[in-house]
């Protein structure tokens, strides 16, 4: 059974940095995508980052140049690199794998979520 696990969260004052891990468990795809959603009190969910097995990223523009999407195949794990966040950063980020190049949704495989909260 696929099983993805977030760590990490927490609270972090606005500008500072926080890291996210997501290890993945019984998930073995020639392709695949990765990614990090998130979702915030009231708010649609939405997609933050996104890894594909070939390497390629892709990220909301409202977090370009601030968070980095990236994976340690050796240890089964997905990683968000957040700095310079901001209180709007505030949400329960999840991570999900979809089977299959092109990162779109839906995605078929969850974790239960970790929380991020920024604060001014």
């Known amino acids: 059974q696929v099983q993805l696990v977030e760590s990490g969260g927490g609270s972090v004052q606005a500008g500072g940095s926080l890291g996210l891990s997501c290890t993945i468990s019984?998930?073995?795809?020639?392709?695949?995508?990765l990614g990090w959603f998130r979702q915030a009190p009231g708010k649609e969910r939405e997609g933050v980052a996104y890894?594909?097995?070939?390497?390629?990223?892709s990220y909301q523009d409202s977090v370009k140049g601030r968070f980095t999407i990236f994976q340690d195949n050796a240890k089964n794990t997905l990683y968000l690199q957040m700095n310079s966040v901001k209180p709007e950063d505030t949400a329960m980020y999840y991570c999900?794998?979809?089977?299959?190049?092109?990162?779109?949704?839906?995605?078929?495989?969850w974790g239960q979520g970790t929380q991020v909260t920024v604060s001014s």
């Open positions: 890894i594909d097995s070939d390497g390629r990223t």
């Open positions: 999900a794998a979809q089977d299959g190049l092109g990162c779109v949704p839906p995605f078929g495989y």
């Open positions: 019984h998930y073995i795809r020639s392709s695949y995508c």
